[in-house]
């Protein structure tokens, strides 16, 4: 295998110290090649959004190494770092600041890094999410949660960073709006090439949007299979194959 | 109504309702126009508003409206009660106390816009500095605050100005001091609430710096409490100048200063009411009228009010 863009190497994450503390990610690793679309998944409070936090440095304690291209991440994480890795968040309602126009709100990044053409780049980044440019005069309280996610994705693109990592992107939104944010999110990793981390605890989305998939729970990776080996059920941890067949029951009761 | 002023106003009305801007000079005025409404809409508000901006324009024009001096001394007319040459009197100087309120309008007024303008901006900066950064500049400020807390303003007010010694600018800082810990610790419980939000964790990953988040995510959170609650000390703050005048610590005599002319009336007060009265309804109507545009201000500005 080629340098993988991301890898994570003995990754573990506690919360507290001593008797009362917790650990929330233990000794995980996984690599992620340019281009794919790799999935975790668990159920809630397995560690899968802690480690999406460890690798952006939003969560800075961390023991092991996070690689980009093979390079160590620095710490604290500087601004190149963020040119190359930047995330969607869990819940749009409140991943836009709500005194903020969107204009002002995907302007900060341009702002900060001294780009350009800065209006074209909104309007640009607003219609590859599939909003109209006139979406930018809004405020968040006058958008949809299928709408404030394309602007989070928006956002996070505006830097064209190479691997973006998407913490349960659709958890917080309407099924029938779920469908529209995968679908660009899709095809915007396969027009520009973009490598994907997505947690979820939703087995369909993660089948649908990616290729290799790490199954979490109690803070470890207990395996890590293909989305053919997933498809097919040849899962071989228990914990897997419960999960699939929660999963299915859940698909057979709607 | 002549007729081309109404397609313009109309016109004007409908850029403001539009169901979406188009331009963000528009979206801003939006959002502007619709506080107007709710806070208009708000009859208590609307009331202290009113005062307020009719206080402010006999303020600006008083002195021109009525033919005495606020200073000139006329012993002949001395304790005159109110008719119709002097409206609410004459004081025991002789000086016509309609003029004197006017002027002592001034006086009060602009104390209490430079205590707002002092310790609005310094209590904000320092309590979103707080909340967010945490960590040592957090405990000594917060620290700080509890100290000037655990004294009463007044008392605190009256310390300071002992200090620096009487006068209307020493007061200014002196209630300044004592005014700005209430509203860092105010504004460090908001910054509180929002330091580990999601909005602040992604402009973090967009490479903003600590100074810019402060400046354009944290306090844009705390600004209306922050608002709110230096309208809300409005009150407070016009009653600690007078108070401090009243003791002959604030604005010095002749200055028709109203908590210094509620002290020199005190003397004739079983006698000649007229010199205390007057004052003190001037005091207690700016402040009603504060804390009801305060009141109004908090439906309109606080997020919890949505």
Not at chain 1, 205 to 230: F, K, N, P
Not at chain 2, 97 to 114: D, N, P, V
Not at chain 2, 194 to 212: E, N, T
Request: with cysteine; aromatic share 6%.
């Amino acid at each position: 295998m080629s340098i993988p863009s991301l890898e994570i190497k003995n990754l573990s994450i506690s919360f507290g110290v001593g008797r009362s503390g917790v650990l929330a990610v233990d000794r995980a690793n996984f690599r992620v090649g340019s281009g794919e679309a790799f999935g975790i998944i668990g159920e809630s409070g397995s560690g899968k959004s802690t480690i999406l936090r460890a690798i952006t440095g939003l969560h800075d304690n961390y023991d092991g190494d996070v690689l980009i291209d093979g390079q160590m991440a620095p710490r604290p994480r500087n601004r190149d770092f963020f040119k190359t890795v930047q995330m969607v968040f869990q819940d749009p309602y409140s991943s836009l600041h709500p005194r903020r126009m969107i204009r002002a709100t995907l302007m900060e990044p341009l702002e900060i890094y001294g780009l350009d053409r800065r209006d074209a780049r909104i309007a640009q980044a607003l219609s590859d999410v599939g909003l109209a440019p006139e979406y930018a005069y809004r405020y968040p309280h006058q958008l949809s949660g299928g709408q404030r996610q394309r602007v989070a994705v928006a956002r996070a693109l505006l830097l064209e960073p190479r691997i973006l990592l998407l913490d349960e992107p659709t958890s917080a939104l309407d099924v029938s709006v779920q469908a529209g944010v995968l679908n660009v999110l899709n095809a915007l990793r396969r027009a520009r090439g973009l490598t994907y981390v997505m947690v979820s605890h939703d087995l369909r989305v993660v089948a649908h949007m990616c290729s290799r998939i790490a199954v979490m729970t109690h803070g470890r990776i207990v395996e890590e299979l293909s989305v053919e080996d997933l498809r097919a059920q040849r899962a071989e941890e228990p914990y897997t194959r419960t999960l699939i067949a929660a999963s299915r029951a859940a698909v057979t009761a709607d | 109504m002549d007729a081309p002023a109404t397609p313009a106003r109309e016109s004007l009305r409908d850029w403001l309702q539009a169901p979406t801007a188009n331009s963000p000079r528009q979206a801003r005025a939006q959002v502007v126009w619709r506080g107007w409404l709710r806070l208009i809409s708000n009859r208590a508000a609307l009331a202290g508003l009113v005062v307020l901006a009719l206080l402010v324009a006999l303020a600006a024009v008083g002195p021109w409206l009525t033919p005495y001096s606020a200073l000139g001394q006329d012993l002949g007319t001395r304790l005159q009660p109110p008719s119709a040459l002097h409206w609410l009197g004459t004081d025991d100087l002789g000086r016509d106390i309609l003029t004197r309120i006017l002027h002592g309008a001034r006086i009060t007024l602009m104390m209490a816009l430079l205590v707002a303008a002092i310790a609005g901006p310094v209590g904000l900066a320092v309590g979103a500095t707080a909340g967010y950064l945490g960590g040592w500049f957090d405990i000594v400020s917060m620290r700080l605050v509890d100290i000037f807390l655990s004294f009463p303003s007044l008392i605190l007010a009256l310390a300071f100005v002992a200090a620096l010694g009487p006068g209307i600018e020493n007061a200014v800082i002196a209630i300044s001091l004592s005014a700005w810990p209430p509203i860092a610790r105010l504004a460090r419980a908001e910054a509180l609430t929002v330091r580990k939000s999601d909005y602040i964790a992604a402009a973090r990953l967009q490479g903003a710096s600590s100074m810019r988040l402060i400046l354009k995510h944290v306090m844009p959170i705390c600004l209306p409490s922050v608002v709110v609650r230096v309208t809300l000390n409005m009150a407070g703050i016009i009653l600690t100048a007078a108070g401090l005048g009243f003791l002959g610590l604030g604005a010095q005599p002749p200055s028709p200063e109203w908590g210094a002319m509620l002290a020199s009336g005190r003397q004739f007060m079983l006698t000649s009411w007229w010199l205390a009265a007057t004052p003190g309804a001037a005091i207690m109507l700016v402040s009603l009228s504060f804390n009801l545009l305060g009141d109004g201000l908090r439906d309109v500005l606080d997020p919890r009010n949505d």
